[in-house]
């Protein structure tokens, strides 16, 4: 990296305008012109040892103080004086156009991009640049294994006093947030040692940290991870404060706004996730069907080799299992209903996709940690769910997080509101649809609004009857519910044969 260096002390004072995230430094016409700076270029705000990069807007005003936002203020301390470096040359930027050429990209230049995406040296526009090469000339398996080392290196790992072991989804199913919240009690109480962190959702009615929010707290510190370890055989913790991985929440910020999810950087985040917290041994869920994230078995089979062969460059041992994705796990969608329908599978009562697809992963885990011999992990696993210590370590669990060991599912709350969607006929329930029924309890203000979901009475297949329920909606926001009502009507997430879907024109 090269940039010259400004050894002018400048004034700060706060930027009174809010720029989230975004680090902005403005800068009066005359510093800006004495000192070669430009709109939009990016510097390097320093405070002693501290350093931020920060993006220049140049005020129409003269002065003597430079601005800064809250969140470049926040890093350095909150000063009253900095320096400035200008950068003159950023290297990384030309290995991003290397890549969008179709060049394979070295270690190093790997490691180049990924350091400065954290440093924030990187735009959005040139991290957005980096995404879609991925995802238009993509990765060889050397260079995912390299943008996971990276992703890894740039962040905190935490060790732990035994070998750890996990399982994770690619996503792409409503509902499946609370399979982890079954598995894990399982695998747990077989004493193998499982701590399971979790994202927040973004683009979902619900991830694992928000359905597991339902229970107990799942903010914790690196210090405080490690504490329940020593209490605990398994956990459920949001990954958010641990600066596991960092570039991978920006790259995933930039994925979501541009609704691109390039293969090889999902499987780096993933993997660069769990070697954050010294798993040795991962399963991977790939839900598979129609809706779903991966629609057919070849593409799957092809997605599971990459896991593999990258895990295995990376000293990974990772598994595989291509599940059943072509309708919602389980009748709940949302973190509040997730939450309910997980501790009711755990008490013998949920439904038995949730249970059966639980037991399988946990089966898995339980046969790659030497607990269960080769091919009967699901036959133990199951032994440990009908017996009940699953549910009893995971109520050891909610406690030692912070929560209600004695906590009943109608006691988590749901939304104020709530609005049925009744059967219009007779029939045979033809469609459940992943991605409608996703975008109506978001519709609803899942997963913000931890109440906030959808509850399914129907899959497909049932019989009804005209009038019957077949979904409910929840909301603690009544224009939120008539939000979601209103998608139902033009998504249709449900459907019955001989059902009518729509008229053109509407009206004659």
């Known amino acids: 990296m090269c940039w010259c260096v400004l050894v002018t002390n400048f004034r700060v004072r706060l930027l009174d305008a ?121 990765m060889d398996v050397d260079e995912m294994v390299s943008l996971t080392k990276a992703m890894v290196e740039t962040g905190n790992v935490l060790r732990f006093e035994e070998p750890a072991h996990d399982i994770h989804s690619i996503g792409g199913v409503p509902g499946n947030s609370k399979v982890s919240i079954v598995a894990v009690p399982i695998i747990a109480s077989a004493g193998v040692f499982i701590p399971k962190t979790s994202s927040r959702a973004i683009t979902s009615p619900a991830g694992t940290a928000d359905t597991m929010e339902g229970f107990a707290p799942v903010t914790f510190t690196e210090e405080e991870v490690l504490e329940l370890a020593k209490k605990v055989k398994g956990f459920i913790i949001w990954g958010g404060t641990l600066n596991l991985a960092p570039a991978d929440d920006i790259l995933i910020r930039v994925e979501h706004q541009l609704k691109l999810d390039p293969t090889s950087q999902m499987v780096a985040s993933i993997l660069s996730k769990k070697l954050s917290m010294s798993v040795s041994n991962l399963i991977i869920d790939i839900p598979t069907g129609r809706g779903a994230k991966v629609e057919s078995i070849e593409e799957a089979r092809n997605l599971s080799s990459l896991f593999v062969q990258v895990g295995n460059k990376l000293n990974l041992s990772v598994r595989c299992a291509i599940t059943y994705g072509g309708q919602p796990i389980g009748y709940a969608i949302g973190p509040a209903l997730e939450a309910r329908e997980a501790l009711e599978t755990l008490m013998g009562n949920g439904p038995m996709s949730v249970k059966e697809k639980a037991v399988a992963l946990a089966g898995l885990v339980l046969e790659v940690a030497g607990v269960a011999p080769r091919g009967s992990g699901r036959k133990v696993a199951l032994e440990i769910f009908e017996s009940g210590k699953a549910l009893q370590t995971f109520l050891k669990i909610v406690e030692v997080m912070g929560g209600n060991p004695s906590v009943k599912p109608e006691e988590i709350p749901l939304g104020r509101y709530r609005v049925e969607v009744k059967a219009p ?81 509407e009206y004659l």
Not at 46 to 66: L, R
Not at 454 to 474: A, C, D, M, P
């Open 425 to 505: 006929i007779d029939g045979y329930v033809t469609g459940v649809y992943n991605d409608a029924l996703s975008r109506v309890a978001m519709a609803a203000g899942a997963p913000q609004d931890k109440g906030a979901g959808v509850k399914l009475y129907v899959k497909r297949g049932h019989k009804v009857k005209e009038g019957q329920t077949l979904l409910e909606i929840y909301s603690n926001s009544e224009a939120l519910l008539d939000e979601a009502l209103r998608l139902v009507e033009v998504l249709k997430p449900i459907t019955i044969e001989g059902m009518l879907l729509e008229t053109f024109p």
């Open 18 to 138: 809010d720029t989230g995230d975004l680090r902005v430094v403005l800068i009066p016409k005359n510093i800006a012109l004495a000192n070669g700076l430009k709109g939009g270029s990016r510097v390097k705000v320093v405070n002693d040892s501290k350093y931020v990069t920060a993006w220049v807007v140049v005020s129409e005003e003269e002065g003597e103080e430079v601005l800064l936002s809250k969140s470049v203020s926040a890093a350095l301390g909150n000063p009253e004086k900095i320096k400035l470096n200008m950068y003159s040359m950023v290297p990384s930027v030309d290995f991003i156009k290397k890549k969008l050429r179709g060049i394979k990209l070295s270690e190093d230049e790997i490691r180049s991009i990924i350091k400065d995406i954290t440093s924030g040296i990187l735009s959005d526009v040139e991290i957005a640049a980096f995404v879609a090469a991925q995802t238009s000339v993509g």
